[in-house]
């Protein structure tokens, strides 16, 4: 760099952050933290939901398909095959 660019460059005075807004940025962002925590908890309850759903009609299906099954062997039984 040129001499005068660096003089000028040194006689700048230091940075200082800004205590108002870094506060309001970290609240913002603990916010969009906080609502995002919440729709994933509100997720991985649904999920929950879902699979819990999903197995009781497995569940029933499987109960069905045995009913079905030992209908027609006690129809069988019944009127016999001939």
Known sequence: MSEPLTRLLTEL???????????????????????????????????SLSRSVQVWQLLMAVLGVAYLAE??????????AH
């Open 13 to 47: 005075p230091m940075a200082e952050p800004d205590a108002t807004r870094a506060e309001r940025t970290r609240m913002k962002c603990r916010e969009v933290l906080a609502r995002e925590a919440a729709r994933a908890s509100a997720s991985r309850d649904h999920a």
């Open 71 to 80: 209908f027609i062997v006690q129809a069988f039984g019944v009127y016999g």
